[in-house]
């Protein structure tokens, strides 16, 4: 189902989906069934998940209304998934062929049984940090093994060190400012580097909440100075089509890989796509095609490294971080401005 099929499935509560999917909502933390008798989210607040154990991974509780996780599933491979995500929450080997595992996982959620797994350990990893406050304790308690471990697996989901991260980004000074656009709210923040973060939602208190509970000891500032002027203007140049090559100094942390994927997104033309495929050939490496979806999912900065430009290899739009919605209203203004 694309992204409109299931959004109208909720919108009409339609119960034949129960199962089918679950969707989370933003504001809120909660996930829901389909067919949730729930007050409706606006949809840039809604993001699909495949199985309910997914929404968990990123965080989301299950409605107490709807119980989404004990809505039976009809595809013995989404069963088969859920159930080898459970055993991995609980810390056991998933049994069955890890071959058709593999497989499932990447029909159902896109990535490997091993990349579900780290993905959970960086949350809870990321969780305990917040709740205790040091890194020892939290990295074991997260099922890391050792220090060396956590530093690698974590360096680029945190942003900065897995220490200074455990202390809410203490001793780091953000200035940002927020403002309406054709495609939503905009928020863009920096340090004294660069620009760290450009996020779209469709409520700017959400993208200050965002910023704010990621980093809450750090001197995070509403720019009343016009320190960001000059950026914002070649922002809004852009999304009006008048400035094709957005150039602003960045601050941002990445892996090697990630690295590699956003410098090649910064190379497609302005009004052109590439495929997750084609940036994956690009860069040396073919079979790398689902971390380099990845890699475009955790890009900080909207716009600036255009990860809207990336489709799958059938011209569908594919996810994008922002909302699927605002993805297909930038290559259509890209394409008019062209």
């Excluded at 209304?65 to 055993?87: E, S």
């Excluded at 069955?96 to 959620?109: C, I, T």
């Excluded at 471990?149 to 780091?172: F, K, N, S």
Aim: charged share 30%; hydrophobic share 40%.
């Amino acid at each position: 189902m694309s992204p409109t099929e299931r959004w109208h499935a909720v919108l009409a509560r339609d119960r034949r989906f129960d199962g089918a999917f679950v969707y989370a909502v933003r504001s809120t933390g909660i996930y829901c069934r389909p067919s949730c008798a729930s007050r409706r989210p606006r949809r840039t607040q809604v993001t699909f998940y495949p199985i309910p154990e997914a929404a968990e991974r990123e965080g989301y509780r299950a409605c107490r209304r709807c119980h989404p996780a004990d809505a039976p599933g009809t595809d013995p491979t989404v069963t088969l998934v859920r159930d080898a995500a459970r055993a991995i929450a609980a810390g056991a080997r998933p049994e069955g062929d890890p071959r058709r595992l593999a497989r499932a996982f990447k029909r159902v959620l896109g990535i490997t049984p091993r990349a579900y797994a780290e993905a959970r350990r960086v949350g809870r990893f990321k969780q305990e940090l917040k709740k205790r406050k040091q890194v020892s304790p939290a990295l074991y308690e997260a099922g890391f093994g050792s220090s060396s471990r956590v530093y690698e697996r974590t360096d680029a989901h945190l942003g900065m060190t897995p220490a200074t991260y455990a202390r809410g980004g203490v001793g780091v000074g953000i200035a940002y400012t927020t403002l309406a656009t054709a495609i939503g709210q905009l928020l863009v923040a920096a340090t004294e580097r660069g620009v760290c973060r450009i996020a779209l939602a469709d409520n700017p208190h959400i993208l200050e909440q965002d910023l704010l509970g990621e980093f809450p000891e750090a001197r995070v500032v509403a720019d009343k100075s016009g320190k960001l002027h000059g950026w914002v203007s070649a922002i809004l140049a852009y999304l009006e089509g008048r400035e094709p090559d957005l150039d602003l100094p960045l601050d941002i942390r990445a892996t090697a890989f990630q690295r590699r994927v956003w410098q090649e997104l910064q190379r497609i033309p302005f009004g052109k796509t590439r495929s997750y495929a084609e940036v994956a050939r690009r860069i040396g490496d073919p079979k790398a095609t689902r971390a380099v979806a990845q890699a475009c999912g955790k890009n900080p900065v909207a716009l600036v490294i255009p990860c809207h430009r990336v489709v799958r290899e059938d011209g569908a739009l594919g996810g994008y971080r922002w909302g699927v919605e605002r993805k297909e209203a930038l290559l259509e203004g890209e394409k008019a401005s062209r």
